[in-house]
C-alpha cells in the first residue's frame, strides 16, 4: 500500500515568498494521478491540480504542480493573504488516498 | 453549477449506525464517482468510498466491512450508512463529486459534524 508523506508538518512564510510544499510517495506513482487540495478552518477542500499540471476551475497560476517517482512539490510562487491554509496531496490508483497535510501560517 | 448538501443526524449513539445522505443539484449524477470522506478532529482526510453512476461501489478496506454506500437517481442523492460506531468515528463527514480517470475531487459539501456519543 502506497504512503504519502507531505513535509514540512507546517511551514512559517511571509505573504509575497514563495512557498514549496513536498509530497513523497512510498513507491514509484505517476503525477498523472497525484492531486493538490487546500482546505482553510472550517471549509471543504478545494482541488487545486490534477493530472499532472492541470489546475482546476478558478484557481490562479501563482500554484503550480511538478515531480515524478515518488517526489512531488506543489509551489505557490507568490503568497497572498487567502493562500495561508492546509495543503493536502492525494494519489489515486483507483482508491483514493491522502498526505497528512501542510499547515502554510504567517510568519 | 453544481453544488452538494450533506444532511443527517449530528449525534449517533455507540454501536448503532451512522446515516447520512448527500443530495447533488445543479448537474447530473453521471458519468461521476460519488465519494465520502471523513475527516477526524485535527487530522488528515479519510477516503470512505465511493459509487459510480452505473451504482457499483468501492471502499476503503479499513472500513469496508461496515460501510455501504447506495446511490438513488431519482432524486439526484446518495447515501452512507456506517454501522457499529465506536468514539472513533467521530468526524466532520464530506461528500465530492469525483472524477473516474484522474481521481480528482472537485466539487465538495460543506461537511457535516457527526459525533458518536452515548
Known amino acids: 500500500e502506497i504512503v504519502l508523506t507531505q513535509s514540512p508538518g507546517t511551514l512559517s512564510l511571509s505573504p509575497g515568498e514563495r512557498a514549496t510544499l513536498s509530497c513523497r510517495a512510498s513507491?514509484?506513482?505517476?503525477?498523472?494521478?497525484l492531486v493538490w487540495y487546500q482546505q482553510k478552518p472550517g471549509q471543504a477542500p478545494r482541488l487545486l491540480t490534477y493530472g499532472a499540471s492541470s489546475r482546476a476551475t478558478g484557481i490562479p497560476d501563482r500554484f503550480s504542480a511538478s515531480g515524478s517517482g515518488t517526489d512531488f512539490t506543489l509551489t505557490i510562487s507568490r503568497l497572498e493573504p487567502e493562500d495561508f491554509a492546509v495543503y493536502f496531496c492525494q494519489h489515486y490508483d483507483g482508491s483514493p488516498l491522502f498526505g497528512q497535510g501542510t499547515k502554510v501560517e504567517i510568519k | 453549477q453544481v453544488q452538494l448538501q450533506e444532511s443527517g443526524p449530528g449525534l449517533v449513539k455507540p454501536s448503532e449506525t451512522l446515516s447520512l445522505t448527500c443530495t447533488v443539484s445543479?448537474?447530473?449524477?453521471?458519468?461521476?464517482?460519488w465519494t465520502w470522506i471523513r475527516q477526524s478532529p485535527g487530522k488528515g482526510l479519510e477516503w470512505i468510498g465511493y459509487i459510480y453512476y452505473s451504482g457499483s461501489t468501492k471502499y476503503n478496506p479499513s472500513l469496508e466491512s461496515r460501510a455501504t454506500i447506495s446511490l438513488d437517481t431519482s432524486k439526484n442523492q446518495f447515501s452512507l450508512r456506517l454501522r457499529s460506531v465506536t468514539a472513533a468515528d467521530t468526524a466532520v463527514y464530506y461528500c465530492a463529486r469525483q472524477f473516474r480517470y484522474f481521481g480528482q475531487m472537485d466539487v465538495w459539501g460543506q461537511g457535516t459534524t457527526v459525533t458518536v456519543s452515548s
Open positions: 445543479g448537474g447530473s449524477i453521471s458519468p461521476y464517482y
Open positions: 513507491q514509484s506513482v505517476s503525477i498523472d494521478f
